[in-house]
């Protein structure tokens, strides 16, 4: 897999010492001081780039603005850096794509293993798999690949994580998943207390898959339990 990181952040110590820090654990890191020069560093390497680290707070713009604009050009993993002590930004950037989020200040060690995890599931889909298509309501996910097509052929944009989660709830459909299990699968961590971020990545599915909140059809909320995939899925080893 690439090893290319682009992270933006608006001081310079700290762009250092990430930078001095994720190179030696043998990562190549372009960096960028605000939004501008993240767009430009962005649009010369997305082709190269397998994670973008985005601080929230930017001179020029804000991270948000940033993970949306990244977010309809590309599904490469994004993690949020937010200094805000409520739950408020994270779930913000949630919504708008992002896959994961630290909380300021941070221990450069905690990043890594975040990007590390990231990176391991997305190997998930690795060429070698004994099964590369999973085929349900009409839509298709080739796990090599790691597209999603609608049921018109059309490209569906997902984050790694969301396709990640998709995999997991399609490799177990009819079975009732609780939120735990869900919440290791997709961020490789405990579900806090308080944690909703599960839950803002299923509504955000849902809605990638056209699957009615109110009444979805696909990823159904089994009540005190965690949730189920209800789709026929069937799996293929090509086209």
């Known amino acids: 897999m690439n090893r290319t990181l682009l992270v933006v952040d608006d001081d310079q110590k700290t762009r250092n010492l990430l930078k001095t820090?994720?190179?030696?654990?043998?990562?190549?890191?372009?960096?960028?001081?605000?939004?501008?020069?993240?767009?430009?560093e962005f649009e010369r390497f997305k082709d190269e780039l397998s994670l973008v680290i985005l601080d929230v707070m930017l001179p020029?713009?804000?991270?948000?603005?940033?993970?949306?604009?990244?977010?309809?050009?590309?599904?490469?993993?994004?993690?949020?850096?937010?200094?805000?002590?409520?739950?408020t930004d994270r779930i913000v950037g949630l919504e708008l794509g992002a896959d994961d989020y630290i909380a300021k200040p941070y221990?450069?060690?905690?990043?890594?293993?975040?990007?590390?995890?990231?990176?391991?599931?997305?190997?998930?889909g690795a060429p070698g798999a004994p099964v590369r298509f999973l085929r349900f309501a009409g839509f298709s996910m080739d796990v090599v690949e790691r597209v999603l097509t609608d049921p018109q052929g059309q490209p569906v944009v997902l984050t790694s994580m969301d396709f990640n989660l998709l995999r997991f709830f399609a490799e177990h459909a009819g079975e009732t998943l609780d939120r735990a299990r869900l919440?290791?699968?997709?961020?490789?961590?405990?579900?806090?207390?308080?944690?909703?971020?599960?839950?803002?990545?299923i509504s955000r599915l849902r809605q990638r898959l056209n699957?009615?909140?109110?009444?979805?059809?696909?990823?159904?909320?089994?009540?005190?339990s965690g949730?189920?995939?209800?789709?026929d899925v069937?799996?293929?080893?090509d086209a």
């Open 60 to 87: 020029d713009t804000d991270g948000f603005t940033l993970c949306r604009s990244v977010r309809s050009q590309s599904p490469v993993p994004i993690i949020m850096l937010t200094a805000s002590a409520d739950d």
């Open 107 to 124: 221990n450069p060690r905690e990043l890594l293993a975040r990007i590390k995890a990231i990176h391991r599931r997305m190997q998930l």
């Open 234 to 237: 069937t799996q293929h080893g």
């Open 21 to 40: 820090y994720l190179e030696k654990h043998q990562y190549e890191v372009r960096v960028a001081h605000d939004g501008a020069s993240f767009n430009a």
């Open 211 to 224: 699957d009615d909140g109110k009444q979805p059809v696909l990823i159904k909320t089994v009540r005190g």
């Open 183 to 201: 919440m290791e699968q997709t961020r490789g961590r405990d579900l806090g207390p308080l944690d909703r971020s599960l839950d803002v990545q």
């Open 227 to 231: 949730y189920v995939f209800s789709a």
